[in-house]
């Protein structure tokens, strides 16, 4: 059984008992624009910033786009758990294609611009990052193996050392692979220098193909370009 409600046993006129003020609300401190924590966050990404491109004012990180970035776009977003102060989540990209990024594009996707928050610890994803465009870049968005584009395969970069001696911080650790070529058999792979056994990624050839089957030997130096002759030889 419900409780009968509590009655009022008289009438409150309006404006019989006024409001008023015990004590004068003052502030002598104006408001912060920015939070002390953030204000050390922005410093840090700055100073990151910085010491990545001390001289020069880099390109877009988007495939054709030849206009100088202006932004550093996060891979994995904040809302996503990423960090706006790791070299390795933060890519250098134009105003435009910024704010295009916020719309998760299916393109951002697809050249590795965007990750999913249920693929951040994917290990195949260790070269996500400025790195893994140096890769494609270096390797012209074409498979090495075959000359095939690898633009919408999702996971296109290959590690010649296998785990755990792969260093995932060094280009010449990494090509671009597509899905036929990588299936190769292991001899194939070893022969043609997209498998290690122990030696130095910058000092070991690669065969390169093109799309009509022509093939020549470079070597991948860290520098996240190839070259004729390995790194001790040519240097």
């Known amino acids: ?32 624009a920015v939070s002390t924590g953030r204000a050390r966050v922005n410093r840090e990404r700055r100073a990151m910033a910085e010491r990545r491109f001390p001289d020069m004012q880099p390109e877009c990180a988007v495939p054709d786009c030849r206009r100088p970035a ?12 990423g960090s706006i102060t790791d070299e390795q989540n933060t890519v250098p990209v134009c105003r435009q294609h ?18 999913h928050s249920w693929a951040a610890d994917r290990p195949v994803l260790a070269a996500s990052s400025p790195l893994r465009l140096t890769v494609l870049r270096r390797d012209g968005w074409c498979c090495t193996g075959c000359g095939c584009e690898v633009i919408d395969v999702t996971f296109a970069l290959w590690c010649r050392v296998p785990a755990p001696g792969c260093r995932p911080e060094t280009p010449a650790s990494w090509l671009a692979l597509c899905g036929i070529c990588a299936e190769l058999d ?11 056994r122990g030696e130095d990624p910058a000092l070991a050839g690669v065969m390169r193909f093109d799309e009509s089957g022509g ?6 130096w860290d520098d996240g370009l190839w ?9």
Request: charged share 25%; net charge positive; no cysteine.
């Open 1 to 32: 059984m419900r409780p009968a409600p509590i009655g009022r046993t008289s009438r409150l006129e309006p404006g019989s008992v006024p409001l008023g003020r015990t004590a004068r609300i003052g502030r002598n401190v104006p408001l912060q």
């Open 70 to 81: 202006d932004d550093l776009h996060e891979i994995l977003t904040r809302a996503r758990g």
């Open 98 to 115: 910024n704010e295009d990024l916020t719309l998760e594009p299916e393109w951002g996707y697809r050249l590795h611009l965007l990750r």
């Open 186 to 196: 292991a001899g194939e792979l070893e022969y043609r220098g997209y498998v290690l």
């Open 215 to 220: 093939g020549f030997t470079a070597y991948a």
């Open 227 to 235: 070259h004729a002759g390995p790194r001790e030889l040519t240097a």
